[in-house]
């Protein structure tokens, strides 16, 4: 097991984390099972939010991992103050509850890179389930940062701006034709952001239903609904079988379950995971394709991976519209990236145009 006292080695190439969890016994398993990587080191660890703070401006390391829940300093207020006074990516260690849940999209809404769900809740001893998935976002989160900068700055700014700081007073209240339109938004890594700057730049009354995947576990899908519902005209709640596809609506995936459609109804299932995961973009994206049509608008945001890319195709091939977020405004170019090398993609725009652009698909 890792010395937790030693201090860095710096200048041997490898990702320097800092690994933040009230648990001593979880702090020696993620650090150990983090080292067993040939491209990553945990210089330090630390007990609490507070002590967390600290050593992130005191080592500077490239990537911090942070529980969730903790004395002194939780990991919201934590991530919050890493962000205003030494702007480091920071993927959040949650527990599968409703209540991590709400903190852990509260610290994504302050500028977390992204974040991994524990296996067994706070006391894991089969965190190893996870390594892949905390080892692949250290590294995007490393190399989201990159070279100039330009990914941390991104993150900074964004975490100025919380999703609670929208407010739109009314919903409109002509609602609740069913949809001949539909957009699908897939999104993973960076999407609860992305999401929330989009559904908060809709106007009213959108002539279109929405549906949307983010990759989310369960409780997770529920919160993120909740929190675009509050910063939209249209009304987001997390989708249920037989929900009716209308307009100036939208439905979000629930985690662990594949969403499609049917006769202008949702559906649900749990059937493998496609591309690794429940819920999938390109599950949605197919369904919808297959039964819309040209009307079908696909919009593909943020995220590590490929998922999505095959949905998109299907809508072109469709005689649908299909939009993706370009490089320089996403989290991670990844998901965006496959879709346009599959020359499927019409419209590549920044992430503050991407309102606009929607409107402009399903008005016409």
Do not use: W
Not at 239 to 267: F, Y
């Amino acid at each position: 097991m890792m010395d937790a006292t030693r201090e860095p080695e710096y200048g041997n190439g490898k990702i320097k984390v800092l690994v933040v969890d009230d648990s001593a016994f979880m702090r020696i398993l993620v650090s150990d099972m983090l080292n067993t990587d040939p491209e990553i080191e945990v210089v330090s660890v630390a007990r609490n939010g507070e002590e967390g703070v600290e050593k992130v401006k005191a080592l500077a390391p490239d990537v911090v991992t942070m529980d969730v829940e903790m004395p002194k300093m939780n990991g919201i207020e934590a991530v919050r103050h890493i962000m205003k006074e030494k702007p480091t990516p920071v993927v959040m260690l949650s527990g599968i509850t409703k209540q991590n849940a709400e903190v852990t999209l509260d610290a994504l809404a302050q500028g977390a890179f992204d974040f991994v769900t524990k296996p067994s809740g706070t006391l894991s001893l089969d965190i190893e389930k996870v390594k892949e998935e905390l080892v692949s976002k250290i590294k995007a989160a490393y190399t989201s940062n990159g070279k100039t900068g330009t990914g941390i700055n991104r993150l900074h700014v964004l975490a100025q701006t919380s999703i609670h700081t929208y407010a739109h007073a009314q919903k409109p209240v002509n609602e609740g034709r069913i949809s001949k339109k539909v957009v699908v938004i897939g999104s993973s890594t960076g999407g609860p952001k992305a999401l929330a700057e989009i559904f908060s730049a809709l106007p009213q009354d959108i002539p279109a239903g929405m549906l949307v995947v983010q990759h989310m576990p369960p409780y997770f899908t529920k919160s993120l609904a909740e929190r675009l519902d509050k910063c939209s005209y249209a009304h987001v709640k997390e989708g249920e079988a037989g929900d009716m596809i209308t307009n100036n609506s939208a439905l979000v995936a629930p985690g662990d379950h594949h969403m499609t459609v049917n006769t202008g109804k949702i559906r649900l299932n749990q059937e493998p995971p496609v591309n690794a995961i429940r819920p999938s973009v390109d599950v949605t994206m197919m369904s919808v394709a297959k039964t819309y049509g040209y009307n079908t608008i696909g919009v593909l945001l943020t995220g590590m991976g490929n998922d999505g890319a095959a949905g998109m195709k299907t809508i072109k091939e469709k005689g649908g519209t299909t939009i993706a977020c370009d490089e320089k405004t996403s989290t991670i170019f990844g998901m965006p990236k496959e879709a346009i090398k599959l020359g499927c993609v019409d419209k590549i725009v920044p992430l503050h145009k991407i309102a606009d652009e929607i409107m402009r698909c399903v008005v016409n």
